[in-house]
């Protein structure tokens, strides 16, 4: 029987079968994408103007037409949280893109670049991890006042420092091995080296560290709300949400679960998908667990 072979798109898309058959990347990779249609969902279809205010519907208990029931002020709960899931999506894409950006920029600066500039990232690299992120976007919304920009950009910037760190020392790591050498005798610009060999062998790390960052990111955007520094109050937000409702918690406690569950989903969610994306693009993980059954099938049973 001749051996089957795999085509180049099926093994190109390897990883995601593999991720698909981890508990952890099942499951966070099912919440991501919830989240993401419920997003695309609210961009175009709500079920009540979030923003309609209905005196005579105020607390109104889950059942139809209001699934979730409605806050103190009629609104429908579950319109909101559609429309906070816009929020929550936007915020947490376009923190990991600036955070990639940066990330990739200063570790290529601290990795392939002359020593006294691999010198002057590293020690700007130490200052900035000093600040935390929330201090960061709490001391720029001060100045240019609250608003979802400021979030995206002191979360990519506190988590891109952070990436930087992180993915630095491999790619001085991968920087000596044999194929970037090859690459470099023959002709590879450092930016093609870069983006050929080094961030691919780097790839596993950087996810983990990326979907943490955007992980963060909808805790900080919900966190900044809640204190008044994130999104104003035009804009549907799940921490400007809980922010209304926690203030009648003793009476009406079951509406202040909603959207603490849905933070909490989301951001279960993003890590669990970093550690499952971790361990399926890494070859040296998948070929360890999946020796794993064979070692327990060759260990020899023990007759009492």
Known sequence: MTPRHQSPGTARFAWLHRLWHLGTGRFGLIVVAVIGLTALVARFWLPFD?????????????????????????????????????????VALGAGVVATLI??????????????????????????IAFPVLLIAMMISSVWGGSLWVVIVSVGIGFGVNIARVTRPELRR?????????????????????????????????????????????????????LGFGAPLTEPSWGLLLKDL?????????????????????????????DGLREATDPTLSRRRSARPEAQTHTPAVIA
């Open 50 to 90: 979030p923003q309609r205010v209905d005196v005579s519907g105020r607390w109104a208990p889950p059942g139809w037409p209001h699934l979730l029931g409605t806050d103190g002020s009629g609104r429908d709960i579950l319109s909101l949280l559609m429309a906070g899931a816009r929020t929550t999506v936007w």
């Open 103 to 128: 990330g990739v920029l200063l570790a290529a600066l601290g990795a392939l670049t002359a020593r006294w500039l691999r010198e002057t990232v590293a020690v700007l690299v130490d200052i900035l």
């Open 174 to 226: 991968v920087l000596h091995s044999d194929f970037v050498l090859a690459g470099r005798a023959s002709g590879l610009t450092p930016f093609q080296n870069l983006w050929r060999h080094l961030l691919p062998n780097v790839a596993p790390v950087f996810i983990v560290q990326l979907s943490w960052g955007m992980a963060v990111a909808v805790l900080a955007e919900a966190g900044l709300s809640y």
């Open 246 to 274: 926690q203030t009648y918690i003793s009476v009406h406690p079951l509406t202040v679960v909603w959207p603490g569950l849905a933070i909490t989903l989301t951001v279960l969610g993003l890590n669990l998908l970093g």
